[in-house]
Nanobody
Framework: QVQMVESGGGLVQAGGSLRLSCTAS????????MGWFRQAPGKEREGVSC????????YYADSVKGRFTISRDNAKNTLYLQMNSLKPEDTAMYYC??????????????????WGQGTQVTVSS
């Protein structure tokens, strides 16, 4: 049974930082492209970032480029998202997800098969 558990969300002031983590079990972690998505109330889910199997390639949505950094530790089956210079518009539920195959950019939810339950990020102005 595949499980993906996010952590690290919370309430932060604009300009602050948070580091999200996602620990996976029940799958061979380095066989999967890993990604972060977010969804704010009343908005569509947005693909934020992804990283390939060994971390050799990354993608960032324009909205977070230069502020967020994705990384992974395959030995720990863990995915990270370092979020700096946070803005109120970054407020959303953040989800990690895994893709066993190809992915397209901008990221599409349908290319990712396993999902975590989400962690809430709230940025106050």
């Amino acid at each position: 049974q595949v499980q993906m558990v996010e952590s690290g969300g919370g309430l932060v002031q604009a300009g602050g930082s948070l580091r999200l983590s996602c620990t996976a079990s029940g799958l061979t972690f380095d066989d999967y492209v890993m990604g972060w998505f977010r969804q704010a109330p009343g908005k569509e889910r947005e693909g934020v970032s992804c990283i390939t199997w060994r971390g050799g390639s990354t993608y960032y949505a324009d909205s977070v480029k230069g502020r967020f950094t994705i990384s992974r530790d395959n030995a720990k089956n863990t995915l990270y998202l370092q979020m700096n210079s946070l803005k109120p518009e970054d407020t959303a539920m953040y989800y990690c997800a895994s893709s066993s195959g190809y992915y397209y950019t901008p990221l599409r939810s349908q290319d990712f098969g396993y999902w975590g339950q989400g962690t809430q990020v709230t940025v106050s102005s």
